[in-house]
């Protein structure tokens, strides 16, 4: 088993920056990618972000240019830094973990709750 533990979510100005934390234990070694969904109201969830242990990325058209996914190997844990904040990122963001980039993975975090409003 994989346990992930989210940080980092609250209310942020348009305009504004969060930065997401994801530490995963348990049975890491089964890990090889890690990334972010979210699901807003009304809406299905989506893909954010993802990357390999290897620093392999991909990005939702929609976050491209603003978020910036990266990873501490030492620590197992995964970074969304989301800037340029727009009212639409709002959202409760998961962190899952799985064994392909950008594939569903069978693990998920609680999920952290980001609001953008001014």
């Known amino acids: 088993q994989v346990q992930l533990v989210e940080s980092g979510g609250g209310l942020v100005q348009p305009g504004g920056s969060l930065r997401l934390s994801c530490a995963a234990s348990?049975?890491?070694?089964?890990?090889?990618?890690m990334g972010w969904y979210r699901r807003a109201p009304g809406k299905q969830r989506e893909l954010v972000a993802a990357?390999?242990?290897?620093?392999?990325?991909t990005y939702a058209d929609s976050v491209k240019g603003r978020f910036t996914i990266s990873r501490d190997n030492a620590k197992n844990t995964v970074y969304l830094q989301m800037n340029s904040l727009k009212p639409e990122d709002t959202a409760v963001y998961y962190c899952?973990?799985?064994?392909?980039?950008?594939?569903?993975?069978?693990?998920w975090g609680q999920g952290t709750q980001v609001t953008v409003s001014s």
């Open positions: 899952n973990a799985g064994y392909g980039l950008g594939i569903l993975g069978p693990y």
């Open positions: 348990g049975s890491i070694f089964s890990i090889n990618a």
């Open positions: 990357i390999t242990s290897g620093g392999s990325t």
